[in-house]
């Protein structure tokens, strides 16, 4: 397990070879794609294949989790997901099997490659099914069984129909990317990524095979036609289910965005979706809550937006320190004053919380408005915030021109060395949602478009001269 955590792909500024879109689906909503079994012909093989993905969780449920359901509308049901947070591929076709793995796989900041291997022609029954996570093959289950040999694997059981996705609360959410399936071939992982020679971490490359008669290759990048195979065979995903071109996000494996983390202290009392973009408390009374985004910086200008969503009533939006959750996730931002909780937090009130100080610094808002959040920390250490609400930035700042009228991070001292800093909410009760734009996916309707200087994000307002949306890209730059 650890071997496969530490090459979890967190994305590279060069690959050789770049993934520009991915599919946001969303469990909750019953968000899937399907080829139906009418369209399925033929296939090379009903005993050889192999299935590739890539996957970045966001969501993390006990149960039920399937990214990738091969199914009819019987009984008979083949599917791969995560299980307990295990990867499980399961067959209720007679003599077919289960394999479930030891290694839990609970990153939501990184990007999953998932290959599944199929040959029941195999003597040796370990054969008939290899697994690998980001290169590395799955040698320990805690349940396996397989199929027997020259069964027929469930991809092709008669009346089969191949789903992206699922139909029920239970499913998988996040972001799926460059989705294979080869007919007729037991690959393995190296055909679709490699190990990158400076960082260790597997990345993805391109496959310059064939794909067998049924096979398809979806790499969503025609956001009107999401479900297109662009292998050559035209096996594409013609029906969509609660699926529409706002779906296609620009967080791939070769550009990985930040997103809201569902691993907090208090990830009880929230409710994450829309692919780690929009966060509400659950319901009850619970108090201030604070949440961080997942990826953190030590030095860098960056850029991103959020809304008061429907509901909404109080809170506060801005930057917090990633270490030490539990001295303020508890909290709003800015609560505490002392070195373990360090945080900038702009309040519906118009106020400023900074280190357990608070002080007028702006306009009030409420559901509907959408406030910028401009950070800087600069090489010596020193902090600055600056935030605008529907495009005015606040206390006369100008990001772009300077940090004049921005807040002083620690007081305007120099920040711990090392520290990691990051977006954050706060929240009250169940008052309504914040929703995230940081670049990737948009939790919101964009109605303008404003990019940063390097192309990346799609923003409501211009982003600040100089600074970048918050991804893997920019940040091998920048970071």
């Not at 290169?135 to 089969?160: K, L, R």
């Not at 706060?426 to 303008?448: C, K």
């Amino acid at each position: 397990m650890e071997t496969l955590q530490r090459t979890a792909n967190r994305g590279s500024l060069s690959t050789g070879y770049d993934i520009d879109n991915s599919l946001k689906i969303e469990g909750g909503a019953a968000e899937r794609m399907q080829r139906a079994s009418e369209s399925i012909g033929t296939p090379t093989s009903t005993k050889i294949a192999t299935i590739s993905l890539w996957v970045k969780r966001t969501e993390l449920k006990s149960s039920g989790n399937n990214f990738c359901w091969l199914g009819n509308a019987g009984a008979v049901t083949s599917f791969i997901g995560f299980n307990d947070d295990c990867l499980r591929w399961i067959s209720d076709v007679s003599n077919a099997g289960v394999l479930k793995s030891d290694a839990v796989f609970r990153d939501t900041s990184s990007w999953y490659h998932i290959v599944f291997a199929f040959d029941t022609t195999q003597s040796t029954a370990s054969n008939r099914i290899k697994a690998y996570v980001n290169g590395v093959q799955i040698t320990s289950w805690s349940t396996e069984t397989y199929p027997n040999q020259d069964n027929v694997i469930g991809i092709y059981e008669t009346n089969m129909s191949h789903y992206i996705g699922w139909e029920d609360s239970s499913a998988q959410a996040g972001y799926f990317a460059d989705v294979y399936l080869i007919d007729g071939q037991q690959l393995a992982p190296t055909e679709f990524g490699e190990f990158d020679s400076d960082t260790g971490i597997w990345i993805p490359k391109a496959y310059t095979g064939t794909f067998g008669d049924e096979g398809y290759y979806l790499d969503f990048e025609d956001s009107s036609s999401l479900g297109a195979d662009v292998s050559g065979n035209s096996n594409n995903f013609a029906n969509l289910y609660n699926i529409t071109a706002a779906d296609q996000a620009t967080d791939t494996p070769t550009n990985n965005f930040c997103t809201f983390n569902p691993l907090s202290t208090f990830a009880g009392n929230f409710v994450v979706s829309e692919g780690a973009t929009k966060i509400q408390q659950s319901s009850g009374n619970s108090g201030y809550k604070t949440h961080c985004a997942t990826i953190g910086v030590t030095v860098g200008k960056w850029y991103a937006e959020f809304k008061a969503g429907t509901g909404w009533g109080q809170g506060s939006v801005g930057v917090n320190q990633l270490e030490n959750s539990k001295n303020w996730e508890e909290g709003y931002i800015g609560q505490y004053s002392n070195s373990t909780a360090i945080g900038m937090g702009y309040m519906n009130d118009g106020q400023f919380a900074r280190n357990g100080g608070t002080g007028a610094i702006g306009s009030t808002y409420t559901a509907g408005d959408i406030i910028g959040i401009a950070l800087l920390i600069n090489s010596d250490g020193t902090g600055f915030m600056g935030m605008h609400k529907n495009g005015t930035w606040q206390n006369s700042q100008d990001p772009s021109s300077g940090t004049t009228g921005m807040l002083g991070l620690y007081y305007g001292n120099p920040l711990p060395d090392g520290m990691f800093h990051t977006f954050a909410v706060t929240t009250r009760h169940d008052n309504g949602p914040w929703l995230a734009n940081f670049g990737g996916y948009p939790g919101f309707t964009i109605s303008s478009g404003n990019s940063d200087a390097n192309g990346y994000g799609n923003f409501e307002y211009a982003v600040p001269t100089g600074y970048y949306a918050l991804c893997t890209k920019n940040l091998a730059e920048y970071g």
